[in-house]
């Protein structure tokens, strides 16, 4: 006969949905965090990314596209969207909820407008350029968008999630 599973299998389910999301959160946040401060001279011409799309036979998308744009926008859309996962996976109340997706929201729009502030400080062969602090809010924005519209809401009846 089997062991019985009802006692511990929802708490192993949520730790583990929990130690899943936060490595996946964290990971992103490092590759983010390098990404924003590492020298531009390693992702133009000789550098990673070149080599990445001269090997997707796409090497003459990163002189026809803002490429750098999309990236900004998409590291702060993941940064948002992935540490918002984490905390809706946590077993909170409604309320507590709402304020740690509020905290998450602040620093995430606060690394968003400082991290062109500190490429320019840092002196790493980066600069401050608007268009990048532009494309890093648009990115957040976005997070900011598709996490509500995931993010089940009360009814008053029952609770439904939003349609996209």
Known sequence: MPPDTKHW???????????????????????????????????????????LLTR???????RQLPIDKLIHATIF?????LWHRVIVSWPLPTKEQRRWTLLNASLWICMAIGAEYAQESMQLG??????????????????????????PVETGVATKTNCL
Do not use: H
């Open 9 to 51: 299998l929802p708490n192993f389910l949520l730790l583990n949905t929990l130690f899943i999301r936060v490595t996946a959160a964290t990971g992103w946040l490092v590759l983010s965090c390098y990404l924003l401060l590492t020298p531009s001279n390693s992702f133009t011409q000789k550098g990673i990314l070149s080599w």
């Open 56 to 62: 997707l036979g796409l090497a003459e998308l990163q």
């Open 77 to 81: 859309f993941g940064l948002v969207f």
């Open 126 to 151: 980066r600069q401050f350029e608007y268009a990048d602090m532009i494309s890093n809010v648009l990115g957040w924005a976005a997070g900011l968008w598709v996490t509500k519209k995931l993010t």
